[in-house]
């Protein structure tokens, strides 16, 4: 076959441009590995596992947060953002766990939540004693409320995770929150609020840290000038660039300041931007004088469709070009269902498991097991992660889909922890369900996640994904990802991609510039193959002749 796909990238330093084609990791921290015991997972837990993590063949880790915190929503509610929670750990755990990874060539991620902070952090704290009019609350958005008294929020807004925006301080004024109460949004029109940031970006990138995956990216700057629009209002108001709260184009001059900040290291440190904002506007985000690249999550809400995958993948390889970046790919994170969950479970009406990524029908249903056909999901989510890996670009893996985990439907309702569940008073399941801490052996109180309790319940039936039982299988999940990620270091060549016409709607083919091909019969018809292909690899009982249902198969270069 022709080699006629361009193989440069645009950024010629390799040592520079590692992110570029990387497997990133997304470590959970406090459902990893815990090492002292106390149910909630630590630095040394990760320290503990600098091994398997080496034997995975990942090429970089994301932590997400670790900070010190109240855990009102998971660590994504930062009471200090340049210290570890002593539950998880010290300063020193995390510079020891930094050198490990980096004696095994894995490159850390770190996350940094700029939107917010937690209500615990010691500026909120200094803004509720401060009282109103203070240069403490300028730090955040406080207002005064409506009505006789104020006793009205400002706005009839409505938060992310349920429930009003706003919330009564002791005095009368109201703060505005986008997600749980524990969370209010930072005011980042003040300079000072800016320069900390700088700061904590500098601590980190003086630890070693290599990079940092940016929280609600395209939510920092808002304009709340008078009037404010009402909720009604606010919906009509379209999301390019002069929306009060969401991916304004001013964002961009702070994330300029962040670039200029990354590139006086050497090599320049890297961001990714968690941004959900339409997908003409994404390049913004991804762009080098940016914050360089920017998560897409169209896999992700996709239905395990031939169709839908082909123009996910086309449009955001177009888009990766435009920003200049690279693209990224995800199937799973620690704020959706698992992906093999997603692809066992029925249909919604509309036909697409979209809806189920944040809960869905069936979950909200009590997630019934009788209508999830858990073998059909794994072997669908298998098929579709060995396509995520033979494309182009970065692929974020969510800790625990290389067990071929599913989603943890039955946590009981006086152990969840997640702030959506309980804004919404149950009525949506929430995130729980992905965050159980990972079953490392069969035995014990936690299956090898550490000595004692886990933090939330794992069921029986984690036992069987256990890393200790997958180890030395050749069939099992793990194996597949160890083999695939070892393969694609081999393989992993350019940043394009050409279609071959398979022949069939249900089945995709395309091939890299090295030759390079990756087969997925999305359908449940075998495909057939001429019978001089070479496997390299197939999720699912590939033969030279055939490519069964729902599988992927990668190919060897022919010559
Ligand atoms: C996005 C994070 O991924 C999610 O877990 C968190 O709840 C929100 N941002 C708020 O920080």
Known sequence: MTDALPRETPETDAAAAWWRQAVVYQIYPRAFADADGDGIGDIPGILSRVDYLAALGV???WLSPFYPSALADGGYDVADYRDVDPRLGTLDDFDAMVAALHERGIRVVVDIVPNHTSDQHEWFQEALAAGRGS???????????????????PTDWVSVFGGPAWERVEDGQWYFHHFAKEQPDLNWDLREVRDDFLKTLRFWSDRGVDGFRIDVAEMLAKDFSDPLPSREELALIPIDGNHPLSDRDEVHEIYAEWRALFNSYDPPRTAVAEAWVASHRVPRYASPESLGQAFNFDLLKASFDAGEFRRIVS???????????????VLSNHDVVRHPTRYGIPADPAGSTAEVQHGGEWLRAGGDEALLDRERGTRRARAATLFMLGLPGSAYLYQ?????????????ADRHQDPWFFRTG?????RDGCRVPLPWTTEGPSLGFGPGEPQLPQPAWFAQHAVSVQDGDPASTLSLYRRALALRHELQDGEQLAWHESGRADVLWFRRPNGWQVITNFGTEPFALSGDARILLSSDGATATEVPGETTVWLAPTS
């Open 315 to 329: 449009d955001n390889l177009a888009l990766a070009a435009e920003s200049g970046s690279s693209s990224t790919w």
């Open 59 to 61: 090429d970089a880790v």
């Open 135 to 153: 240069a403490a609350r300028e730090r955040y958005i406080f207002r005064e409320g409506k009505g006789e008294g104020g006793v009205e929020p």
């Open 400 to 412: 625990g889909e290389e067990l071929g985990l599913h989603e943890v439907v039955d946590i009981p």
């Open 426 to 430: 149950g009525e949506e399941p929430g």
